[in-house]
């Protein structure tokens, strides 16, 4: 495929808003997970709760859209000059050419869960502020991004779970591609809710503490919430050596993002999977010891990653993991390295067996 | 605003269900004139493709999906396998979320982890993978009203750029109150296209897809256009109204706030 250039990218979870604060605590490694205290939720579980999410509302002119998820969007797109580079671009472009693909599995559910404790005791009916287009329905995240950023384009959510925001990047680019966009905002946007925390407890795939993905004692995942973004184009004429690419699939890697949630057959699974394709000598490592598992905002958080790693010659370790699975024979990080990198392949596996594996590469 | 380059490809099968709708060949007949469109429920069957375990799972949208699927896959003779797809649904099952909701707003809170799997947006796209063994990749996506709109410049994308045929996949259900007073879609309605990227011997017509600012048509029957209009997946109605007549001709498909899908029809026999 032709490569494209991540021209801006952002991400704002529980290890930090924004690039700086993502790459200070990797460096660092730690983790952004802490025990549940969020809303009333009562289980033994650890989450990856970005800080100050409820402290503002939207500014007014999106009030339509006000809900946690559309909060943190837009928490997410203020950092970086992230929306600055899209409005640049939907200048050079025309507003029409610049389209959105955006992922996420929770959209603004949180404020429906909230709602129907509410409900009129005889009619049986939602409060008067309950808003189904611009918070519950799943394409309210895309909408609220156009109106924020003021573009007209085609627009889409996809939601296949855990890979949506993965998928964003392949549809995307296929756009771009076929000539209907010249760029696109990719990313994703999920929040935390109690249909996905007491969702996964119903599985009996949470952990009690924060995940350790690929460690011989691991035994669930741990939720977390992330907005991600980035701007895809085409690459310009003089690239900088480190402007980060989407290259695609590709048949050699430098380092692998694993999917990693921390479930015993997760891992397992894709252990089997990557090693059978690639073999063992390339490292890797999960980040969701760090920012928890993110869901439908987990492809674009650890897209963003892998391009901090590619620009900054760093191989973040996996966190929490303090003894890599033996039967699992991939070559996992517990360590940060640092070296440089010239290609990434970051993995996510949703539910219903939705797939996406993208390759990441430095332009020099 | 002018046409973007146009996404093309050809139409090898059509499924089609919803209120008064059995399938294609009842569809076509009713958007070709040759028979008045008795309203009915829509009537969804079971879905004989899955194992008995995951059919007592699947709820309304699911069995939707599959059926449309099935039909278009079985008239493009087409194998389901080997098919990418895409699958665009406004809202999802709104039944299970209104079940969820329920139970997150009780005392108990205990999920079943059926309804956690089935509330997931892709889970037709789960469950159409267990019913016909396919593991070409499948994308779930939303766009509210302009999911249809969505879903064809997905599957075209994929035709154009990929080179490999893709059955698209376009369905609603209703929600039950308290959520119906929110989002009033009255029945369920899928249609479902097998789009390739060469004419074949199955090719109906050719499809030509772009951006305009043209307004969205309408349908001739003000019956057939409230469906149009009331619920999102039914927007393709213009289109099916070409595929059903084999004409050649041009529509505008309603598809964001400010923009529509112009579709150029060319009929292959």
Not at chain 2, 66 to 81: S, W
Not at chain 2, 85 to 90: E, Y
Not at chain 2, 186 to 199: E, S, T
Request: proline share 5%.
């Amino acid at each position: 495929m032709n490569p494209l250039a991540l021209t801006s990218f952002t991400a704002t979870s529980c290890i930090g808003r924004g690039v700086a604060a993502t790459l200070a605590t990797l460096r660092e490694r730690r983790t952004g997970l802490v025990p549940c205290a969020f809303e009333t939720v009562t289980l033994d579980t650890w989450v990856g709760e970005v800080a100050g999410v409820d402290d503002a509302p939207l500014p007014a002119r999106l009030h339509q859209f006000e809900c946690r998820n559309n909060r943190l969007a837009h928490l997410g797109l203020v950092q970086d000059g992230l929306a600055e580079a899209v409005k640049r671009a939907a200048a050079r472009y025309g507003r029409e050419r610049v389209g959105v693909f955006l992922g996420t599995s929770t959209s603004g559910i949180l404020e429906t869960e909230l709602a129907y404790r509410e409900r009129d005791p005889v009619s049986g009916a939602l409060p008067a502020h309950f808003r189904y287009r611009g918070a519950h329905n799943t394409f309210s995240l895309a909408a609220f991004a156009q109106q924020a950023l003021e573009l007209s384009g085609p627009a889409v959510v996809i939601s296949c779970a855990c890979s949506s925001s993965a998928k964003v990047f392949a549809s995307a680019r296929r756009a771009i591609e076929a000539g209907l966009i010249d760029a696109a905002l990719v990313g994703g946007v999920d929040s935390l809710c109690l249909t996905t925390l007491y969702g996964f407890h119903s599985l009996q795939l949470v952990s009690r503490t924060p995940c350790r993905p690929f460690d011989v004692a691991r035994d669930g995942i741990s939720i977390g919430e992330a907005a991600a973004f980035a701007l895809l184009e085409r690459p310009g004429e003089s690239l900088d050596a480190n402007a980060v690419l989407l290259l695609g699939v590709g048949e050699s890697s430098d380092a692998h993002n694993f999917h990693g949630t921390g479930t015993p057959s997760n891992d397992d699974a894709e252990a089997r999977a990557v090693t059978g394709v690639l073999g063992n000598s390339i490292p890797g490592s999960s980040t969701k010891g760090a920012t928890g598992h993110t869901l439908g905002a987990a492809g674009a958080l650890e897209a963003v990653i892998c391009a901090l790693a590619l620009q900054h010659a760093l191989m973040p370790a996996g966190v929490n993991t303090t003894e890599v699975d033996p039967a699992l024979s991939v070559h996992y990080l517990r360590d940060n390295r640092a070296t440089p990198l010239a290609r990434v392949m970051s993995n996510s596996f949703g539910f219903g067996g939705s797939n996406c594996s993208l390759i990441f590469g430095r332009a020099g | 605003m002018s046409a973007v380059a146009a996404l093309a490809g050809y139409v090898d099968g059509i499924g089609l269900l919803g209120p008064g709708i059995g399938d294609w060949t009842a569809g076509a007949r009713l958007l070709a004139g040759e028979a008045p469109w008795v309203r009915a429920s829509t009537v969804l069957p079971a879905p004989e493709c899955l194992p008995s375990a995951e059919r007592r799972r699947t709820g309304t949208v699911v069995r939707l999906a599959l059926a449309v699927g099935l039909e278009a896959t079985a008239r493009a003779g087409a194998d389901p396998a080997a098919l990418a797809a895409v699958f665009a649904s406004s809202g999802g099952d709104g039944q299970n979320c209104h079940e969820i909701c329920q139970v997150l707003a009780s005392a108990e809170r205990h999920l079943s982890p059926t309804r956690f799997h089935n509330s997931v947006h892709n889970a037709a796209a789960g469950y159409w993978g267990i019913a016909t063994g396919a593991t070409a990749a499948s994308n779930a996506l939303c766009a509210y009203d302009a999911s249809f709109g969505a879903g064809l410049l997905e599957a075209l994308t994929q035709v154009a750029v990929e080179r490999t045929s893709v059955l698209l996949i376009a369905y609603d259900a209703s929600y039950p109150e308290p959520l119906h007073l929110h989002r009033p879609i009255p029945d369920a309605f899928g249609v479902a296209l097998v789009l390739a990227p060469a004419a074949s011997a199955a090719s109906q017509a050719r499809l030509a897809a772009s951006l305009t600012d043209a307004p969205a048509d309408g349908m001739a029957e003000a019956a057939l256009d409230g469906l149009r209009v009331s619920i999102p997946a039914a927007r393709s109605l213009p289109l099916l109204a070409h595929l059903a007549r084999r004409t050649s001709g041009s529509v505008a498909l309603d598809y964001l706030d400010g923009m529509r899908l112009a579709v150029d029809v060319s009929a292959c026999r």
